[in-house]
């Protein structure tokens, strides 16, 4: 019959294979807001501010106060594979910027209407460029796609408007844009703990109340209260420790015994990227499982800092999950130290309402 023919093998056109690669690494608006926040971050911003409607779907902004991007830059600045930090595969050995390799601009452009405005240090005006499929184009059919003169202050804004808009069921997915809306939040929350010396907003389009607003100045405790609360700033405990034979640096704040809730938050950023960690969050339970009641969970901000040439950062293109060498000793030596400060509380708590 018929199907016992093999069709031919034919090349994807490659406007095809990008909008794929770009709809797995483009999730949810969420994961194209945490690479606008580490691009923001990269080029040394210390002002950041996320607008957002509709749950990022309809409208994702962000501003920055960074180097901005060279007009001459503008053309390729959303090819596949362009980037200014990266140039051999070695280099992805002691990366030490957020991103690498030159892949969410390109992404984002293939699923959304990206419009970039920036200005440098150097350039006595701001540019603006539209672009669509990697590649610049008019903002308005019949006009030249040349990137246009335009008002700014030195910095970076990155308008992405109508995501997923050419791919109806991606779009169609998502149910809830208050859901979306409360992934974005979490993020920026997670970047404005981790990120000392950088400001950081984040409201809704049209709201003039800030969903996050945290000063450059801010400390860490003082960004944890801001963001999640003082029952959790009120009970943490900071902490750090480091062993030269696993290469690695921990620092962070975790709550102490005297606080306890339905749900573990971990805030993890390895090497300054914020990532998940399944075994990471084991320990971390087990851990405080001696000393929290039953169901009670903790509230951990970590840092780990590990030689980048024992990480390996390329397991995924998302970037979600990072591979690293004595994940085991380097869990157990930092799971050990926050059980020691643990105990150190605990024995103060114990001292105080025996005395
Ligand atoms: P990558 O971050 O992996 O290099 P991206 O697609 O995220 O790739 O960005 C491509 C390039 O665009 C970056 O290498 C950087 O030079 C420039 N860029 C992107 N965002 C900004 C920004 N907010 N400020 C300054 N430069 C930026
Ligand atoms: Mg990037």
């Not at 994702?60 to 960074?66: A, K, P």
């Not at 809730?261 to 950023?269: A, G």
Request: hydrophobic share 35%; glycine share 6%; proline share 4%.
């Amino acid at each position: 019959t018929d199907t016992a023919v093999p069709r031919r093998i034919q090349a994807l056109d490659q406007d095809v294979v990008n909008k794929i690669a770009a709809g797995e690494i483009i999730v949810a608006p969420v994961h194209a807001l945490k690479e606008l926040m580490e691009n923001a971050v990269d080029a040394g911003s210390t002002a950041l501010e996320v607008l957002v409607k509709d749950g990022g779907l309809k409208l994702l902004q962000i501003t920055d106060n960074g180097c901005g991007i060279d007009k001459d830059d503008l053309p390729i600045l959303c090819e596949r594979f362009t980037t200014s930090k990266l140039q051999k595969f070695e280099d992805l050995q002691t990366i030490s910027t957020y991103g690498f390799r030159g892949e969410a601009l390109a992404s984002i452009s293939h699923i959304a209407h990206l419009t970039v405005t920036t200005k440098t240090r150097d350039s006595n005006r701001a540019w603006r460029a539209h672009y669509d499929a990697g590649r610049l184009v008019p903002s308005k059919p019949g006009q030249s796609s040349d990137p246009k003169p335009a008002a700014g202050r030195q910095g970076t804004q990155i308008t992405v408007e109508d995501l997923f808009y050419n791919i109806p069921t991606r779009r169609r997915a998502f149910r809830s844009a208050a859901d979306e809306y409360n992934k974005i939040i979490d993020m920026v929350g997670r970047y404005a703990v981790h990120c000392s010396n950088v400001a950081f907003s984040c409201k809704k389009h049209g709201e003039s109340a800030t969903s996050i607003a945290v000063q450059a100045t801010a400390t860490c405790p003082d960004r944890i209260r801001q963001i999640y609360g003082g029952s959790v700033a009120n009970e943490l405990t900071e902490f750090s420790t480091s062993d030269s034979r696993w290469a690695f640096k921990a620092k962070g704040w975790a709550t102490n015994a005297n606080y306890s809730t339905k749900k573990t938050t971990i805030l993890l950023f390895i090497n300054h990227r914020c990532v998940e960690s399944s075994n990471i969050r084991k320990a971390i339970e087990q851990t405080y499982a001696a000393f929290l009641p039953k169901n009670g969970h903790p509230f951990v901000y970590l840092s780990l800092e590990i030689d980048p040439h024992r990480v390996d950062v390329n397991v995924h293109p998302t970037k979600r999950e990072v591979n690293f060498l004595n994940e085991d000793e380097i869990i157990q030596a930092i799971c050990e130290h926050i059980r020691s400060k643990l105990a150190a509380v605990d024995a103060s708590r114990t001292f105080l309402t025996q005395s």
